[in-house]
């Protein structure tokens, strides 16, 4: 059974960088294709990046294309995402989520994911 944490979020200033992680806890490998989605108050949740099962292909979303990076560790049982120069609008709730073991490849829809964690909060001040 996949149980997502995340970790890494806090508040930072706008220019900085921060690593989200996401650590399965209910298995010993992490091997479901990943993605990590955010929502802000009072907006949709909105995906952010998706690595396949393999880690071998991936997708940003333009929001923070050349801002971020999307990669796992199947050693570690672990899942990252690292945003540089953050700005004020990356202000959100970041959540990991994992797709059923059956999908080789990300989604770009929430509805796509079968496992959610709780979220890490990103506060970006100006």
């Known amino acids: 059974q996949v149980q997502l944490t995340e970790s890494g979020g806090g508040l930072v200033r706008t220019g900085e960088s921060l690593r989200l992680n996401c650590t399965d806890s209910?298995?010993?490998?992490?091997?479901?294709?990943m993605g990590w989605f955010r929502q802000a108050p009072g907006k949709e949740r909105e995906f952010v990046a998706g690595i396949s099962r393999s880690g071998g292909s991936y997708d940003l979303a333009d929001a923070v294309a050349g801002r971020c990076t999307i990669s796992r560790d199947k050693g570690k049982n672990t899942a990252y995402l690292q945003i540089v120069d953050l700005k004020p609008d990356d202000t959100a709730t970041y959540y990991c989520a994992a797709r059923h073991e059956r999908w080789r490849q990300y989604g770009n829809q929430a509805l796509e994911y079968e496992y959610w964690g709780q979220g890490t909060q990103v506060t970006v001040s100006t």
């Open positions: 209910g298995q010993t490998s992490i091997t479901n294709a």
